[in-house]
């Protein structure tokens, strides 16, 4: 799986924003093992403003499989894409919990 610089620019794909980190291999692993372990949490309010977001590519870069765009004020996820059933497209989950501070961290160090 790869992050490329530039997503795809077809309508309504991508959420607004800049890639600030390519990852493949073991470091995109990494990060798929800490959203998939994010425990459940009720929801906030706050408007949502998410300040992280991850697309997911397979083989092909021309369209994203997923995109996740986290805001951790909320406690919200919101995921469109192609792999991304109606029941996944908006969850919740505990900002405050382990793995996502882990998590949180990994973002922010990959900010420029």
Known sequence: MQLP??????????YPGRAV????????ADALTLIENLPGSEQHRCGFSPGWSVRAYGDSL???LFEAAFCF?????????TAVPPALATQF???DALPAQPLLALFRAAAP
Not at 5 to 14: D, L, N, W, Y
Not at 21 to 28: L, R, Y
Not at 73 to 81: A, D, K, L, P, T
């Open 21 to 28: 980190a390519h990852w493949a291999g073991s470091e995109a």
């Open 93 to 95: 989950f505990d900002a």
């Open 73 to 81: 004020r909320c406690h919200e996820v919101r995921m469109h894409g």
């Open 62 to 64: 021309d369209l994203a």
């Open 5 to 14: 610089a530039e997503a795809p620019t077809k309508r309504g794909v991508a």
